[in-house]
């Protein structure tokens, strides 16, 4: 059965500094990887995903990932935390089919 | 613009009633999911739909059913609530075809079961 998990259910940082959200996934074959952002309320948005091709995606707001096959990670990260970054932010995993594995969510704190 | 809408926003039933909650999408997607969010388990697959007719259980199916009439709508019933139903709801569809691959979700079903 696919897994995927998110180290650290909450991380802060400060305004400016990186953000760095893990993700490992366990997978016998190359998944489609994905991340989204909720905030407050609302529904998931995709930031951004890996399906094939280069293994360094970029996404909305700044963010990016890394798709690391030898890890089985797919860490995302930011150079410079902004206050509208503040969210939950979860890892999900899709493979054959249609259906998709979510992480348990990593919720992001910027301190001003 | 395309979208999924979920109705109603926010619900208070009491145990043992039966619920339903509606999810709409004019994306033309055929496949339809319904997650439930609780903290600590992050989203958790109810049920799924890759097309009219057709439904699936996901990983935490109990208590709960769905039926697939047409493209657009996938609505979730509880059968008879109960307060381990107390949850946020979600909706999302995606297209079958592969060169999408990404999940479109609705704004979220809070249910409270008293």
């Known amino acids: 059965a696919q897994s995927v998990t998110q180290l650290g259910s909450h991380v802060s940082v400060s305004e400016g500094a990186l953000v760095l959200l893990r993700c490992n996934y366990s997978?016998?074959?190359?998944?489609?990887l994905f991340w989204y952002v909720q905030y407050p309320n609302q529904g998931l948005q995709l930031l951004l995903k890996?399906?094939?091709?280069?293994?360094l995606v970029k996404g909305i707001n700044g963010f990016e990932a890394e798709f690391k096959k030898s890890e089985t990670s797919f860490h995302l990260t930011k150079p410079s935390a902004h206050m509208s970054d503040a969210a939950e932010y979860f890892c999900?995993?899709?493979?054959?089919?249609?259906?998709?594995?979510f992480g348990t969510g990593t919720s992001l704190t910027v301190i001003p | 613009d395309a979208e999924i809408t979920q109705s109603p926003r926010h619900k208070i039933t009491e145990t043992g009633r039966q619920v339903t909650l509606a999810c709409h999408q004019t994306?033309?997607?055929?496949?339809m999911f319904w997650y439930r969010q609780d903290l600590g388990h992050g989203l958790r697959l109810i049920h799924y739909?890759?097309?009219?007719?057709?439904?699936n259980k996901g990983e935490v199916s109990d208590g709960y059913s769905v039926s697939r009439s047409n493209t657009e709508d996938l609505p979730l019933t509880l059968e008879s609530a109960a307060s381990s139903q107390t949850s946020v709801y979600f909706c999302?569809?995606?297209?079958?075809?592969?060169?999408?691959?990404?999940?479109?979700f609705g704004p979220g079903t809070r249910l409270t079961v008293t």
């Open positions: 999302a569809s995606s297209d079958s075809d592969r060169s999408s691959y990404e999940q479109y």
């Open positions: 997978s016998s074959v190359p998944p489609y």
């Open positions: 890996y399906t094939t091709g280069a293994t």
């Open positions: 999900a995993v899709r493979q054959a089919g249609n259906q998709f594995y």
């Open positions: 994306w033309n997607h055929n496949n």
């Open positions: 739909s890759y097309g009219v007719q057709d439904t």
